[in-house]
């Protein structure tokens, strides 16, 4: 000890003053020298993700943020399609044919669980050796443990514990642009980072684009020129890749896109206005459909539909929704994120007093600034895009704060030190209180679908529900999908989906939803599970659309069947 103390004698702790001996010197006698040969180091380094992500996940579980990764299962299983999909057109492009190859060779393994945490424990290796080669630049390799595993706590521990597909593309994106910009003009790394970007791509190209344009200042600091061969060919990449995706795209396929935009626009964004004029009934009915997420019927909801009931105003988004948006985004950062917002802030300190021009370094902090409150109040930002980008805003910085060129004294290694353990501790009180509030959702999901996938028994569950019940699912556990009979949503995205009227028609020889749903009414071993709003709206549909002639098809409650239970009451005209 006397030792390290007589080192710290001989560093200033003035920001303004160079230090007599580095920071690194001081660190690597407090950490007694511990050093480890090349082979050792990288050894070390692919252990410590695993071990990190194979520690929490014992600890805390994984859970699944939403419902969609179980909806895409169920499609993709053919569960609730007429036979396995194996084109979802708007994602997973060429993922989803080789998983419904797989579900139908073995379908007991949680192919699409598996392959999406494989691809996540690839873009945790590959950020630890981004960090280590960042970090080993100032501290021993003591410091280097130290500092990852507190930064993989605070800054990327919820994308393994609070699993969603859509992270997977923005990490394995990012992590694989800056492995390879740190390692240029290396021929092995450039192949790796690329390759990581065109598989990030294919599972959502908007996202890998999100992580290309996060990520731009980051490879920048780190390779200066020899970044811009390695950003440019991802950015051609994924220009050509989206040419083809559109000019192949068919004409269902076209539809489904434009629609699924429209119906964001309205329930996730928030950016339309009431319509100028009263509705007509059907747009009426439409409108009511599509807040509950009916959007299956395409006589009543399609695009002159949503243009007349749904106008994009920006006027009115100004006065009306966006200071809303604004408020909700600033308290879920200070709530959900505020280990990385006091990484910001000391990233920040650090880069002021570290003696390099300074004025990009602001410029870039202004424009994640408004890349975040874009996303946040012009669309959405939930916690699997907030904290991937979060993410690459601290790495970025720290990056440019440990250039060989800054001065980076030990005050302002301490500084960053502090900050993770001050932000380490109530973010694990608040993972760990998620942890229960998540296993609990989950327990009261798996006995709900327990009673609903019980009704199906070879035959066929209608049901605006069922999706509900998959959040909080495990990714490792998809026997909780029914894999008997045929399910048939009737409300969530899905119900846009090309596979839909496809299945309508396999089950009622017709595509057309309404029709679908009077011949459904009739057919016996039809289990109608609903919630009170699905029901009457499905019982305004068959009203509105049904002929003269035609028999009085109605939903009614079943309390002696079970819970949220209906029967098809069919009266014949007289």
């Given amino acids: 000890m006397r030792k390290v103390f007589d080192s710290a004698k001989r560093v200033s702790f003035s920001w303004g003053v160079e230090a007599t001996a580095t920071s690194a010197q001081v660190l690597e006698t407090i950490t007694c020298g511990m050093t480890f040969s090349g082979r ?3 050894f070390i380094m692919l252990l410590l993700p695993l071990l990190c992500l194979a520690g929490n996940g014992l600890l805390l579980g994984c859970y699944y943020e939403t419902n969609d990764d179980l909806t895409i299962v169920a499609l993709l299983r053919g569960v609730s399609a007429a036979s396995p999909v194996t084109d979802l057109h708007l994602y997973f492009h060429g993922y989803a044919a080789l998983w419904a190859w797989l579900y139908t060779t073995a379908p007991a393994v949680p192919w699409y669980g598996l392959t999406l945490y494989g691809l996540l424990v690839v873009a945790t290796v590959l950020l630890f050796a981004v960090l280590d080669k960042v970090l080993s630049t100032r501290l021993s390799m003591g410091w280097v443990l130290v500092c990852s595993t507190l930064l993989f706590e ?4 919820e994308h393994g514990f609070w699993f969603s597909y859509v992270r997977i593309p923005v990490l394995l994106a990012g992590v694989g642009l800056l492995y390879a910009a740190q390692r240029a003009p290396g021929r092995k790394a450039a192949i790796l980072g690329l390759l990581a970007f065109a598989l990030a791509w294919l599972i959502r190209p908007s ?18 020129r020899r970044a811009v061969p390695i950003l440019a060919s991802a950015a051609g990449f994924a220009v050509v890749a989206g040419l083809l995706v559109t000019f192949t795209r068919s004409d269902a396929a076209a539809t489904y896109r434009r629609l699924d935009v429209l119906k964001s626009n309205l329930n996730d964004f928030h950016l339309t206005a009431p319509p100028a004029r009263p509705l007509s009934a059907p747009d009426s009915l439409g409108l009511a459909l599509t807040h509950h997420w009916m959007v299956g019927d395409s006589t009543l909801i399609n695009e002159a539909f949503f243009n007349r009931a ?11 929704t966006a200071l809303p948006k604004l408020r909700n985004l600033l308290l879920q950062l200070g709530r959900d994120y505020f280990p990385l917002l006091l990484l910001l802030v000391g990233t920040c300190l650090v880069a002021w007093r570290s003696g ?3 004025g990009v370094f602001w410029v870039v902090q202004l424009a994640f600034a408004i890349v975040v409150v874009g996303l ?4 959405k930002l939930p916690p699997r895009l907030a904290l991937p980008v979060l993410d690459f805003w601290v790495l970025g910085n720290l990056i440019f704060c440990l250039q060989p060129a800054a001065r980076f004294p030990l005050r302002s290694a301490l500084l960053l030190l502090v ?6 501790v109530p973010y694990a009180y608040k993972t760990s209180h998620r942890r229960v509030v998540l296993s609990a959702e989950r327990s009261r999901n798996h006995e709900r679908q327990r009673l609903l996938f019980g009704k199906v028994r070879g035959g066929i569950l209608v049901s605006d529900i069922v999706e509900e019940t998959y959040k909080s699912a495990s990714p490792f556990q998809e026997h909780l999908v029914p894999t008997q009979g045929h399910l048939l949503g009737i409300a969530g995205w899905p119900t846009l989906d090309p596979s839909q009227p496809v299945l309508r028609h396999a089950l009622t020889d017709t595509r057309d939803f309404t029709t679908s749903m009077r011949r459904l009414a009739e057919q016996p071993h039809v289990a109608w599970v609903l919630s009170p ?10 009203a509105l659309r049904r002929q003269t002639q035609q028999p009085h098809v109605r939903l009614q409650r079943a309390p002696e069947v079970g819970p949220q239970a209906y029967k098809a009451w069919v009266e014949d005209v007289k």
Avoid at 376 to 379: N, Y
């Fill in 419 to 424: 900050l993770l353990l001050v932000a380490a």
């Fill in 533 to 542: 709003e699905g029901a009457a709206l499905l019982n305004r549909q068959l």
């Fill in 356 to 358: 390099q021009p300074r």
């Fill in 40 to 42: 050792a180091r990288r």
């Fill in 207 to 224: 996202a890998a684009v999100l992580a290309l344009l996060v990520v731009a200042p980051g490879a920048w600091w780190l390779a200066q």
């Fill in 376 to 379: 946040g109040v012009g669309l």
């Fill in 154 to 157: 605070v800054a990327w521990l």
């Fill in 310 to 320: 749904t106008p994009v105003h920006l006027p009115y988004f100004v006065e009306h």
